[in-house]
């Protein structure tokens, strides 16, 4: 037999994937959605909280003296930004450290990684002196010398403005070796009593909080709480703050006598905008598939003398696409080709908007301000169905508006990713995309962003309620054991620790799958910087199929190859049936190329029903279609070109019980009552066929009314599990399918009706008179004439349908 899996990926690495741009409308009136920091909410537990309103300009950008008058610098509190991507929010925080500075505090900056705090010393270092300025960040394991270290812990303690990752502050070695964290507890320890014999106060500065929620840990907010006695003042920003950035608020307000003000702006479109451009790939690409991206070798050719950077979500697929043993690949080879600066943990580069960038760490906190740039984004492919990694993007949404929100000043974003697998909002999407993209795929309904915390705390109480007796039992056991004594996670940490993997596992709106999202942000235009410009689906060529009531058989036939017809013939009916199905869904030609060369290519077939496209799930429903296929394969089997009847289809499964398979044992058992049903009827009409005076077989217009309705009740049984077993019966013929003639137990003398009607139908081969109703008996008009024989118990001969 021919393997299935061979067909189905025949040519699959060599065939190229064909770019297929598709119809779409952007829709402009839908408001931009971001999540508001609800002050009832961060105000629990008697935090004061403050929220004032900034209402930006498109294209303005904020300025500490016009829209932070009402920020008192000599008041301890914590300042949180929530505010659009692009608007100067980290430029605005360089200007409040250089005033916090010469006012005479200490600054310490929080980056949310090595990445992010080698940036933050590299632009800093334009505003502050050598001696102004330390950053804890560039101590490597490499100089991990106790001389390096003294020698810091002297000196670098004495500078006002400081760089640190958060890890860093929170004392938490992450990857770091213990030496190094050793040195980090150490240096901090350090800092700390240098401030406090100064009688300093420090004001710190956390941006791209959105980046660091999952660094808060309960064990390590002591370490935290240790600078509550020399902090004046905190400020928190991001343009994506979700439910998980609630409790980080909290805590880091508690350096701030729990006081917290909010500055919240809405999203508008920034008056520049870069071109956004998807492309939807229906094939599978990682770090060892990478063709389905070939699309970006000829982007690269295209902007040859354009600023290009590629950022992917996962470092192995960086290292594939500039793999230098593999630049024979037209798409590696165009990627070196740049010389790109290559941007993951291992290279520790950070990203230049001097060269070509490729890698990991730019998806946030970085600017590229060339209108001439090109940004690529590489998508992960995360599937429901798999145990896929988000990387990079593990924020969901929340990352993608941070990597598109990299380019500022315009130019063109690309972002690949794999189909969705569900649409947002599908019933409104259809008449703004085109059916190539939700053809056959679910619905999903949309959800806000401020949705999100709601869903969270009852799933949260939920679970709560559900353990309570298990908690109290716990707790019970712990009155002998204090020691023992079990904490379920309060809400604050079930949202830090759970919240994003929980939301990012149940809702598209809020990234799960990424591109399900992606497509809708696009065509509902929420990214501020970037409108979207062009959709092309990438797949592999297809071939449209048009089929018609009076063509199908044919059609489908000649999609078959001359293998897969000697493989049908020799498989078992239901075997076959599928495989058809399989089969048909693409189709293998011969083309011919340049210089004469020759190539297998791998078509996916679309088809159209009566002018309409229709998918093979939905073709599957519909009579003709499995009719057709079963007349196929009763061609390849028999070599007769024959519609199976549904009486010839009925009968022949009887007939061919008991030498079923035995593969469906439940269907087998399903036909074997049938039968008695079948032959209990037979025996109920002979038995009601009289002979009149004429001696012709005559039987009343009412036989079936003496059915017993015990056997009524049987059958009804029967042929709802008939109907549930065999999936080949009800598609290609109507079997009880008619919604005014439904089986209803409690209707017997009904059922009776139509029960006995299908028998004789389909088990007898009776021809009843009636236009001239024969006299029995006294009766008038009441019976029938029947011309040929009862029993019409044959077989189609050498087919097994079970």
């Known amino acids: 037999m021919i393997n299935l899996a061979a067909v189905n990926n025949a040519g699959s690495n060599n065939i190229s994937l064909q770019p297929t741009l598709l119809r779409f409308i952007v829709k402009n009136n839908t408001p931009i959605d971001y999540f508001q920091l609800d002050t009832a909410i961060i105000g629990m537990d008697k935090f004061e909280v403050e929220t004032l309103n900034i209402a930006l300009n498109a294209g303005e950008q904020i300025n500490a003296a016009q829209h932070f008058q009402t920020i008192d610098h000599q008041r301890t509190e914590t300042i949180v930004f929530n505010l659009p991507v692009g608007v100067g929010k980290t430029t605005t925080g360089y200007q409040l450290a250089k005033k916090y500075q010469q006012d005479g505090y200490y600054v310490i900056i929080c980056s949310a990684n090595t990445a992010l705090a080698q940036k933050d010393h590299q632009e800093l270092s334009k505003h502050f002196s050598t001696q102004e300025l330390s950053s804890f960040s560039h101590i490597q394991a490499n100089d991990s010398t106790d001389l390096f270290h003294h020698q810091l812990a002297t000196a670098g303690v004495k500078a006002p403005v400081q760089i640190m990752t958060i890890n860093c502050l929170l004392q938490n070695p992450g990857e770091d070796i213990y030496e190094q964290a050793f040195h980090h507890s150490s240096y901090l320890d350090n800092l700390l009593q240098t401030i406090t014999n100064t009688n300093k106060k420090v004001v710190f500065f956390f941006d791209e909080i959105h980046e660091s929620v999952i660094h808060f840990k309960n064990e390590l907010l002591p ?38 003000k909010i500055y919240d702006s809405p999203r508008i479109k920034a008056n520049t905008q870069a071109s956004l451009h998807l492309h939807i790939s229906t094939e599978q690409y990682n770090s060892k598939r990478l063709f389905p991206l070939n699309r970006i070798a000829t ?6 003398s354009r600023k290009i950077n590629i950022l992917v979500g996962h470092k192995a697929l960086a290292k594939a696409l500039t793999n230098e043993r593999n630049q024979q690949n037209r798409l590696i080879g165009k990627i070196l080709g740049l010389q790109p600066n290559i941007c993951i943990d291992e290279t520790a580069n950070i990203f230049n908007e ?10 946030s906190g970085i600017n590229i301000e060339d209108r001439r740039s090109v940004l690529i984004i590489v998508l992960p492919i995360v599937s429901a169905n798999k145990n896929d990694h988000y990387g990079i993007f593990n924020d969901g949404a929340a990352a993608i508006i941070q990597a598109i929100a990299r380019i500022r000043k315009g130019g063109e974003i690309h972002i690949f990713m794999y189909a969705p697998e569900t649409i947002i909002a599908l ?35 939920n679970e709560a309620a559900r353990l309570d007796p298990q908690i109290t039992f716990l707790n019970e056991l712990a009155h002998d054991t204090p020691a023992l004594k079990y904490h379920y996670p309060t809400f604050q940490e079930y949202l830090l620790d759970k919240s994003q993997g929980i939301l990012m596992e149940n809702y598209e709106s809020l990234g799960k799958g990424l591109s399900a999202f992606v497509l809708w942000a696009s065509i509902n235009n929420q990214f501020t910087n970037a409108t979207l410009r062009t959709i092309e689906l990438i797949s592999k060529n297809f071939q449209h199929v048009e089929l018609q009531p009076d063509n199908i058989y044919q059609t489908l036939f000649h999609l078959l190859t001359d293998e897969q017809r000697v493989d049908l013939a020799q498989q078992p009916f239901k075997t076959a049936f599928e495989n058809v199905i399989t089969y048909i869904q693409k189709s293998k030609r011969i083309i011919a190329r340049e210089r004469n060369e020759i190539e297998e290519a791998i078509y996916t077939n679309r088809f159209f029903y009566e002018g309409k496209s229709i998918n093979i799930s939905a073709l599957r429903k519909i009579a003709p279609f499995n009719l057709a296929i079963i007349t196929i394969i009763y061609y390849l089997k028999q070599g007769e070109h024959k519609e199976i009847s549904k009486e010839e289809y009925l009968n022949t499964c009887i007939a061919n019980i008991d030498h079923a398979s035995g593969e469906d044992p439940e269907l087998t058992t399903a036909y074997s009552r049938f039968r008695e049903m079948k032959e209990l009827f037979l025996v109920h009409f002979e038995q009601n066929m009289v002979t009149n005076r004429s001696n012709e077989k005559i039987i009343h217009q009412g036989y079936y009314t003496n059915l017993p309705d015990s056997f009524i009740l049987e059958a009804i049984e029967v042929i709802n599990l008939l109907k549930r077993t065999d999936a080949y019966l009800n598609c290609p013929y109507s079997f009880f399918q008619d919604k005014k003639q439904q089986l209803n137990a409690e209707n017997i003398a009904e059922a009776k009706r139509i029960i006995a009607t299908e028998f004789e139908r389909n088990f007898t081969s009776i021809k009843r008179i009636s236009e001239n109703k024969r006299t029995h008996n006294g009766e008038v008009k009441k019976y029938y004439l029947i011309t040929i024989p009862i029993v019409k118990d044959y077989q189609l001969p050498n087919t097994i349908f079970l």
Request: net charge positive.
């Open 354 to 363: 001097q060269e070509h960038n490729i890698g990991t760490n730019f998806k």
């Open 299 to 304: 982007l690269i050719q295209s902007y040859n």
């Open 427 to 461: 019933a409104t999407q259809l008449e703004s995309l085109d059916d190539k993209l939700y053809e056959g795929k679910a619905g999903v309904s949309p959800m806000k962003f401020n949705e999100a915390y709601a869903k969270v705390k009852a799933l949260y109480e």
């Open 223 to 260: 370490y935290l709480m240790k600078w509550r006695h020399v902090t004046h003042k905190c400020y928190i920003a991001s343009a994506t703050h979700s439910p998980a950035s609630i409790p980080v608020i909290r805590y880091i307000a508690y350096l701030t006598n729990k006081r917290i």
